[in-house]
């Protein structure tokens, strides 16, 4: 069974950082490229970073580019994002979820729960 | 960026309803659309890949339709398992971007 959890979402001040995981089971992690999704209380979806099977290749929504950086390790079936220069307006919950494929389509095939980063004084 | 814009934003139904969710896109993306439902404090869940083929274990009441810009949910029989909010994504290019939504509440 597919599983991913996040961890590492909290309360932290304007200008703070947070580092978020994402532990993955049940399939071949180091075949996937991952991503981070993020949704505002209240609101739609956002995707925010993915990175490649390998960890070589990362792409940023422009709203979080130059303070989020995607990373992963392949050895330990984790996707991390660390979070820095953080902003009231980066408060969300924050999904990771697997990049999947059929034929020539993709999706987010598989979802964690999610965990709430809070950006606060 | 390609905007994706859903109608209507939230919808009333009845059990056993055929209910219909639109989403246009900004520009032309094929058939790179897929659609998600989310129940709340949960997380989204794949229903449609490639605006019409049926993700492995989604009830067959749930098809997709369109090409180009112009796609179409179909729930042919709505069940109380599927109030929730619906969300189209195009797969296109980069950023990958949503609808803001469509909820489905009970009549």
């Known amino acids: 069974e597919v599983q991913l959890v996040e961890s590492g979402g909290g309360l932290v001040q304007p200008g703070g950082s947070l580092r978020l995981s994402c532990a993955a089971s049940g399939f071949t992690f180091s075949s996937y490229w991952m991503h981070w999704v993020r949704q505002a209380p209240g609101k739609g979806l956002v995707w925010v970073s993915r990175?490649?099977?390998?960890?070589?290749?990362?792409t940023y929504a422009d709203s979080v580019k130059g303070r989020f950086t995607i990373s992963r390790d392949n050895a330990k079936n984790m996707v991390y994002l660390q979070m820095n220069s953080l902003r009231a307006e980066d408060t969300a919950v924050y999904y990771c979820?697997?990049?999947?494929?059929?034929?020539?389509?993709?999706?987010?095939?598989?979802w964690g729960q999610g965990t709430l980063v809070t950006v606060s004084s | 960026d390609i905007q994706m814009t859903q109608s209507p934003s939230s919808l009333s139904a009845s059990v056993g309803d055929r209910v219909t969710i639109t989403c246009r896109a900004s520009q032309s993306i094929n058939s790179y659309l897929n659609w998600y439902h989310q129940k709340p404090g949960k997380a989204p869940k794949l229903l449609i890949y490639g605006a019409s083929s049926l993700q492995s274990g989604v009830p067959s009441r749930f098809s997709g339709s369109g090409s180009g810009t112009d796609f179409t949910l179909t729930i042919s029989s709505l069940q109380p398992e599927d109030f929730a909010t619906y969300y189209c994504?195009?797969?296109?290019?980069?950023?990958?971007?949503f609808g803001q939504g469509t909820k489905v509440e009970i009549k």
């Open positions: 994504q195009q797969s296109y290019s980069t950023p990958w971007t």
């Open positions: 990175i490649n099977s390998d960890g070589s290749y990362t």
């Open positions: 979820a697997r990049w999947g494929w059929s034929s020539a389509w993709y999706y987010f095939d598989y």
